[in-house]
């Protein structure tokens, strides 16, 4: 083991936080008492912050122990790839596909547009930490070093190059003002450009430590007896629908002088137009210096107008003004070498203080904002910079409508004096908002994020792994936008047409959405599709945790689309079958692809003809209950319990032998999307059986009105289907230790899949009695047997569990999706063996995807779907393995049942 892997395996436990602070007080409104003992403190209302002024306090706390650490050298003992090539007993399956495929890419490149799934130009990078911004307004990566990268600025679209010129400087000057050291504050190497600065910082003095959604950079400098902590703070609040939205970042700096001489020393925080492409340089940009004091906030800073992807984008950068510093600022300097504000620097550690104003026609420009002060002998010093950005309009690369983010409900953009833009104004507000806000936000996620780093039963890398999964909520082309745009084909009156909008989806002023927006997330990076709904299946529970407001409106947009039916048709790829885009009363596999109009143009994905899927109607019948049954909310079960019924009834029909079990159709039918199912299924069959126990308890809630007269007949017809469908399970897929894949004719149909559970895990994370339909001695023992072959017999059990195994304990290569390991579908895995009482099986079990993903392959903060064993990885940064919020879940409910369990670190 490597001098790195130690340090990240052996950190000290000691963790201290601020337990001043009390824990959020009151559970959500219709959340009942007994489902608030499982899931607290994640269901709890968010206690509106306190307005803390300049000079009130300290603000920089403790450092937590538990997250992801590493020194900034830290190198990765393995770098991964996604060049896969299948096996050739595969081709047959996939050479049809590959094929219709590589001719659509092709068509697409010709369009100029990206192709949704893209497998061929993205790669790992092996530097990401935890990203900057709130939810649903656009997001800035970070790198562990302190890269800026990655951003997303464009909804769903992602740029990856890493911006040189965003930065954090350090300068050091002693009392006579001689200069003592100036360099970037930087893990990473020279990059070959603004070649006037130092970028020689000792990356082995340097340290960092991820913990979503904070982030904390330590920078020693021995030969100055100097330390600088950065702590990075996005206000990204359970249970908060309001700053959790915003497009803001934090970086609250401590300087510690352990010299014995004073030191003036000034920090400067630099930043660019654009996201680091050759089109930053094609359009207009302007800056303007602004010091304001707002609502008793004292603020310096400096606006960048410009334009991204023909989007108006401004950024600002600012500081927080206290007696103890001096701020200054730049409205432009040189990107070729930076030697002006390098020079300026040099000469005496500060920039500019009058006010100004820069405008270039057409090319780039950078800004600065500086703070210095005197650092005391053996003291300290605090600075506070922030980062905003305004983009109040936005638009899909279709451009059909217009978006307005969510945030913008809450910043004024009123102009209060002559000569203002609105757009500095809003900067300006923002910044404020920010820097009254920052502390009170600190101290909120310590209350969230304590009673989980002090439970000494659960395991360290759990503890960073739960957290740090969730950049994903802000970081996967996340958009909040508000409810109020005028859709093709409907209008606000609720009125309605026949043009290939989605003609169903109607404003509805009484819907939850007007209050709490519209949200959706990517399937991936690469897997570019909104709100992909059998994925988000598993992702769920992250939102119905933490955010349940926005896991409702996710479910009202797909209710919404549920009735549409698009008479566009095309060619599929697996099969090369036509089909309808969209068909009528059944649940959409997506909300569109960023290059199209999401929410308009939906069902993005032409690989399979998703209508006949066999997952996707009944994983919207499972949410609905989930969500009922966390949130109690009446009015959400009448409005969903209709639309259940019609995808019910029309997945009655995949019933074909009147067994009461569904067969699939010998295709690959459902999430596993080129993984073939013939007859029942272990998988489909299981989610069947919990679609039936779902809607039948959901009919027997008072006051979830259906007429009775039509409650008692769907009744009887489902708890019919319930009693036949589950003997039917037993006696064509039990095999004696598990349930067996498929009852088709191949020995594969014999598999040992670790998701042959999935209906199960999801009822058991509802805390009900499902053992009527699936037996408790044979779920454990389904259970033990996966744990057996498919996690210990695969990889020494170090790399979570293989999808498929053989009988003989081979991993089953059937398909390229049986012998990958899907991590999402791992962690949800592992939360039903926690839930059946095998907990230290379900952390071993998980802790495989951890170590592999954050310390083995570097591939944390943007995890993929798969991992394969021949060093292989498919699906950058993905939405599934948000599953490990059911993780906890479980956990919560087994410690309230039974006490604490105590797992090994």
């Not at 602004?290 to 906030?297: A, E, I, S």
């Not at 019933?655 to 299924?681: C, F, R, V």
């Amino acid at each position: 083991m490597t001098k790195e892997m130690e340090h990240i395996r052996d950190r000290d436990q000691t963790y201290s936080p601020d337990e001043s602070i009390p824990i959020l007080e009151e559970t959500l409104k219709n959340t009942d008492d007994n489902m608030s003992k499982f899931v607290e403190p994640h269901l709890r209302e968010y206690r509106e912050p306190e307005v803390i002024h300049s000079g009130e306090r300290s603000y920089f706390g403790t450092i937590p122990s538990f997250g992801w650490s590493v020194p900034m050298t830290f190198t990765f003992p393995e770098k991964w790839n996604q060049h896969m090539r299948p096996r050739l007993s595969q081709i047959p399956d996939v050479l049809p596909m590959a094929l219709r495929y590589l001719v659509w890419r092709v068509y697409i490149w010709l369009k100029g547009r990206q192709p949704f799934i893209d497998m061929f130009t993205l790669e790992g990078k092996q530097i990401y930490g935890v990203p900057l911004g709130g939810i649903g307004s656009g997001s800035i990566g970070r790198g562990f070093k302190g890269q800026f990268c990655r951003f997303q600025m464009t909804p769903g679209l992602y740029t990856y190059e890493v911006v040189h010129a965003n930065q954090f400087i350090v300068s050091v000057r002693d009392t006579q003002g001689t200069r003592l050291y100036q360099k970037v504050l930087t893990g990473a190497s020279d990059p070959g450009t603004l070649s006037a600065w130092d970028w020689s910082y000792d990356a082995s003095n340097g340290d960092y430590l991820g913990l979503y959604p904070r982030a904390w950079y330590t920078y020693r400098i021995p030969e100055e007896n100097i330390t600088l902590k950065c702590e990075q703070i996005s206000p990204v609040i359970p249970n908060n629908y309001k700053d959790s939205c915003l497009p803001v970042a934090t970086f609250l700096w401590s300087i510690q002088n352990e010299s014995s001489e004073p030191k003036d020393i000034s920090l400067t925080f630099t930043f660019k137009n654009g996201t680091g492409t050759k089109n930053d340089a094609a359009k207009k940009c302007s800056t303007v210096s602004f010091q304001v004091n707002k609502d008793g906030v004292p603020i310096h800073g400096v606006a960048l107008e410009h334009v991204i992807e023909g989007i108006q984008t401004t950024y600002g950068i600012g500081c927080l003004e206290k007696p103890d510093v001096s701020v200054t600022h730049m409205i432009s300097f040189d990107l070729k070498d930076g030697s002006d504000i390098w020079h300026k620097l040099s000469r005496n550690g500060r920039l500019d203080t009058e006010s100004c104003s820069y405008e270039i026609s057409k090319g780039e420009v950078g800004i600065a904002v500086n703070s210095a002060g005197l650092v005391q002998s053996n003291s300290s010093l605090e600075m506070v910079f922030c980062l905003v950005w305004d983009q109040p309009l936005v638009y899909f690369k279709g451009k059909e409508h217009i978006f307005k983010r969510r945030y913008t409900r809450y910043i004024s953009r009123e102009i209060e004096h002559p000569g203002d833009k609105e757009t500095t104004v809003a900067v300006q507000n923002l910044m404020a908002y920010t820097l009254s806000h920052f502390s009170q936000w600190d101290e909120n996620i310590t209350d969230w994020q304590n009673p989980i780093l002090n439970d000494k039963a659960l395991p360290d890398w759990f503890k960073s792994a739960l957290f740090n999964e969730l950049y994903f909520v802000s970081d996967g082309g996340t958009v909040w936008f508000e409810y109020d745009s005028i859709f093709p084909g409907h209008d606000k009156n609720g009125g309605s047409s026949k043009s290939k909008g989605i003609s169903n989806m109607k404003y509805k002023p009484k819907d939850l959405r007007s209050e709490f927006g519209r949200f959706g997330y990517l399937e991936g990076h690469e897997y570019r599709m909104y709100n992909t709904y059998d994925v988000h299946y598993y992702a769920s529970f992250a939102l119905a945790m933490l955010w349940p407001k926005l896991q409702l409106s996710l479910q009202y947009d797909l209710a919404d689309t549920i009735p549409y039916e698009d008479s566009n048709t095309r060619v599929h790829f697996f099969d090369g079958h036509r089909a309808l885009r969209k068909v009528g009363d059944s649940v959409p596999h997506d909300l569109g692809d960023p290059w199209e109009d999401p929410y308009s143009k939906i069902n993005s994905y032409p690989i399979h003809d998703v209508s006949e899927w066999r997952d996707l109607n009944l994983k919207f019948v499972l949410q609905v209950f989930r969500d009922f049954t966390f949130i109690g909310d009446k009015q959400y079960l009448k409005d969903m319990l209709p639309l259940c019924l019609i995808v019910m009834k029309k997945s009655l029909a995949w019933d074909k032998d009147d067994d009461g079990l569904i067969e699939n159709s010998g295709t690959a039918d459902q999430t596993y999307d080129s993984w073939i199912m013939t007859g029942p299924s272990a998988y489909c069959g299981s989610l069947w059986l919990a679609s039936l126990f779902s809607v039948i308890q959901m009919l027997k809630e008072p006051e979830n009105g259906i007429p009775e007269a039509e409650k008692s007949s769907w009744l009887e017809v489902f708890e019919k289907m319930l009693h036949k469908g589950k003997n039917s399970f037993e006696e064509k897929l039990w095999t004696g230790e598990y349930y067996r894949f498929d009852k088709s004719t191949g020995s594969h149909a014999n598999t040992i899949m670790s998701d042959q559970l999935c209906g199960h895990w999801f009822l058991s994370q509802c805390g009900v009695d499902d053992s009527f339909v699936f037996p408790e001695s044979k779920v454990r023992m389904s259970l033990k047997t996966i744990y057996k072959n498919n996690v210990l017999g695969f990889c020494n059990g170090e790399m979570g569990a293989v999808n498929g195994v053989n009988v003989d304990g081979s991993i089953d290569t059937h398909s390229i999706q049986s012998e990958e390991t899907w991590t999402g579908v791992t962690y949800a895995l592992a939360a039903t063996m926690i839930s059946n009482g095998l907990i230290k099986e379900g952390f071993k079990t998980a802790e495989g995807i951890y170590r592999t993903v954050y310390e083995k392959i570097g591939m944390g903060f943007e995890t993929p779907e798969a991992l394969i064993h021949t060093k292989k990885y498919r699906g950058i940064g993905y939405m599934r393995p948000l599953s490990i919020w059911s993780m906890l879940n479980a956990w919560n409910r087994n410690k309230a049942q039974d006490g604490h369990h105590g797992v090994s670190s």
